[in-house]
Every structure is written in structure tokens, then in C-alpha cells.
């Protein structure tokens, strides 16, 4: 009798569901560990003061703005702050990696850089399904 009061309290529907739970949570660990690995800002540019991203996600490779963001990085803050999270509700892979970006200003000294990025993952169409332009300053100490 037990057992089959249990087996009601999970309607059929649930357990897809738990599944899709399961394999975000799996995601979000990894992403955990990623940004364990990736460091510190002052380990990977020690002459880094400051840094600055503006951040416009767009729908598509549309102008349509979908969300703006600020991400502002201390020496302290860890590195994997410049891979940018794709913000499109059904991205999983996804997003845009500053970090080579940041590379290149950093070697030449710049203070402030503009560009443009298309999100890796593509629609049925084979079209980047987001892209965003960032607008990056850096303070050198
Ligand atoms: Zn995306």
C-alpha cells in the first residue's frame, strides 16, 4: 500500500523532466569546474588594473537589442568572467569568449576596444541564433 501511494506522487510527466534537470545540473558543474581552472585575473595579465565590458546581446544577427550587461573585473576576479554567457533561453553550448580579445589589447597596450561577435551555436537555418557587441576598456597599473 505504501509503495503505491509513492508512485502517485510522481505524475508521468515529471520524470522527462528530472532528466532535463539532470543533464543542466551536469552543464552547470562542468561550468563550475571551468571556471576553477581558468585563474585569476592578476595571474593572467599582472599589469591589469581594471577591465570593463559592455556588453549588447542582440537577437540573431539582428539589430534587435535582446539584454545589455556590464561585466567589471578586478585583479581578483576569476578569468572565466570573459567567456560571456549566451543569454538565448535554449543556448547550451554557447557565448562569447573575450579572452583572446582581451589578449590583444593587453599586448598592445590598449586602453579601449570595440567589436562584434556571433554566438557559436546556429539555428535550423545555420545562422547564428545571437551576437552581441562588446565595448571593452582596460586600466593598466
Ligand atoms: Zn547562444
Wanted: net charge positive.
Amino acid at each position: 500500500m505504501a509503495i503505491k501511494t509513492s508512485e502517485k506522487e510522481k505524475p508521468a510527466g515529471k520524470k522527462g523532466r528530472k532528466n532535463f534537470n539532470a543533464g543542466k545540473n551536469a552543464r552547470r558543474l562542468e561550468l563550475i569546474q571551468k571556471k576553477l581552472d581558468a585563474g585569476l585575473l592578476s595571474e593572467r595579465f599582472p599589469g591589469v588594473s581594471d577591465i570593463t565590458i559592455h556588453i549588447i546581446q542582440f537577437y540573431g544577427i539582428t539589430g534587435q537589442v535582446f539584454m545589455e550587461r556590464t561585466v567589471n573585473m578586478v585583479p581578483g576576479s576569476n578569468l572565466y568572467l570573459l567567456h560571456i554567457p549566451c543569454m538565448e533561453g535554449n543556448c547550451v553550448n554557447g557565448g562569447f569568449d573575450l579572452t583572446s580579445r582581451i589578449e590583444e589589447m593587453v599586448r598592445d597596450k590598449k586602453k579601449s576596444g570595440k567589436g562584434k561577435m556571433l554566438c557559436e551555436e546556429k539555428d535550423g537555418s545555420g545562422i547564428s541564433h545571437a551576437s552581441v557587441s562588446y565595448d571593452i576598456s582596460i586600466k593598466y597599473s
